[in-house]
């Protein structure tokens, strides 16, 4: 059931970003943190650019390290794919409009 219109943002915000500003702002590099969870550096950098997802295990190592709790880890990743779902429907439905738009059997939208 879809309440009214969603609030979307423009561009979905991936836990690596608040990763990322934690190293800066602790003055700890990725390869040190990586040996701190004990995980790869470039599973770590990965992480960080957005190309692999927060699991549970993760945020638990990420809660031990920074205390910030895991499930602040979590929703944050869920928040990210919920939002980019929604950005990519967004975007089908832009495209299937301007598809009919340039149909000529069907009336365009007003």
């Given at each position: 059931?879809?309440?009214?219109?969603?609030?979307?943002?423009?561009?979905?915000?991936?836990?690596?970003?608040?990763?990322?500003?934690?190293?800066?702002?602790?003055?700890?590099?990725?390869?040190?943190?990586?040996?701190?969870?004990?995980?790869?550096?470039?599973?770590?950098?990965?992480?960080i650019k957005?190309?692999?997802?927060?699991?549970?295990?993760?945020?638990?190592?990420?809660?031990?390290?920074?205390?910030?709790?895991?499930e602040y880890?979590?929703?944050?990743?869920?928040?990210?794919?919920?939002?980019?779902?929604?950005?990519?429907?967004?975007?089908?439905?832009?495209?299937?409009?301007?598809?009919?738009?340039?149909?000529?059997?069907?009336?365009?939208?007003?």
């Amino acid at each position: 059931m879809k309440n009214q219109e969603t609030p979307l943002p423009y561009k979905a915000t991936h836990p690596g970003i608040l990763i990322f500003d934690e190293l800066k702002f602790r003055s700890i590099s990725q390869v040190e943190l990586a040996a701190r969870m004990g995980v790869q550096k470039s599973l770590l950098n990965e992480l960080i650019k957005g190309k692999r997802a927060v699991n549970a295990e993760i945020a638990l190592l990420l809660e031990q390290i920074f205390e910030i709790p895991a499930e602040y880890w979590m929703r944050l990743q869920a928040q990210y794919e919920l939002d980019h779902a929604r950005i990519q429907q967004k975007t089908i439905e832009r495209l299937a409009k301007a598809a009919n738009w340039n149909n000529p059997n069907t009336t365009p939208p007003h």
